[in-house]
């Protein structure tokens, strides 16, 4: 499991979704300072449907392939929906390798299920989360300061 968990990962490194700034509604740039990992991120809405996640980035395998799963799952998605895949995938990352992916989270992650073994290394989670908290904070700046506190 963990080698095809390693080969999804890589395969999004190397083909990545959402890669290239595209014009948006918000940008925000991340960086962690314990690897150097970095990314600008953009959104774009339509009301509360998430239209596009765009980014630049450079770091390992890990964050961008992140920023790539984010890309594929939360685009289309109503606002709602995309924070409930967010809250999932903070679960699962901050569960320590602890938590082991049920069905349910297998449907809801799709790809980023992926990134369970990643929750066994806390060095490695940041790298996991960089684009998600980076889009968290992009859709806050996008959708107003109403958001800001529920986002």
């Known amino acids: ?85 967010q809250e999932v995938f903070l679960e699962l990352m901050q569960s320590k390798g602890k938590l082991e992916p049920t069905e349910e989270m297998e449907e809801v992650l799709e790809d980023a299920v992926a990134f369970a073994g990643v929750s066994k290394y806390p060095a490695r989670v940041k790298c996991a989360l960089l684009s998600w908290m980076a889009w968290k904070d992009a859709t806050a700046q996008a959708l107003g300061g109403a958001e800001r506190e529920t986002v």
């Open 1 to 85: 499991m963990d080698s095809m968990y390693q080969e999804l990962i890589l395969d999004h490194y190397k083909h990545p979704h959402g890669r290239g700034l595209r014009e948006g509604d918000a940008e925000v740039h991340h960086v962690n300072p314990t690897c150097g990992d970095e990314i600008t991120l953009r959104v774009k809405y339509d009301g509360e449907t998430l239209t596009d996640v765009s980014y630049e980035g450079q770091g390992c395998s890990i964050s961008q392939a992140s920023a790539s799963v984010l890309n594929e799952l939360l685009v289309g998605k109503e606002l709602a929906e995309a924070r409930k895949i």
